[in-house]
């Protein structure tokens, strides 16, 4: 069983940036794919951006590519997201979410998720 701890969310400004990290909290071989969901109110949970297990392969949805940025640090098995020239429709719940490979955009194929952290972008 692999638990997810995301942190790093908070409030940002229009045009703002934040990092957010997830890393397991328990044992794990690290040979996962991880991605990142959101929802924000009223919506249902979307896709973000996911990594290969190796960190060679990323994938964005189209409304943060250039802006986010999606990053692993293997050696500690923790996971990244950079996120810049925040837009108040970035506001939402950011989830971490680990899969066996391959990479994949699909929320269901996800095994393993984390409780959340939220982001706020005022305007």
């Known amino acids: 069983q692999v638990q997810l701890v995301e942190s790093g969310g908070g409030l940002v400004q229009v045009g703002g940036s934040l990092k957010l990290s997830c890393a397991p909290s328990?044992?794990?071989?690290?040979?996962?794919?991880m991605g990142w969901f959101r929802q924000a109110p009223g919506k249902e949970r979307e896709f973000v951006a996911s990594i290969s297990a190796s960190g060679m392969t990323t994938y964005y949805t189209d409304s943060v590519k250039g802006r986010f940025t999606i990053s692993r640090d293997n050696a500690k098995t923790t996971v990244y997201l950079q996120m810049n020239s925040l837009k108040p429709e970035d506001t939402a719940v950011y989830y971490c979410a680990a899969k066996r490979p391959p990479s994949s955009q699909k929320e269901l194929e996800y095994t393993y998720w984390g409780q959340g952290t939220q982001v706020t972008v005022s305007s």
């Open positions: 328990g044992r794990t071989d690290g040979w996962y794919v």
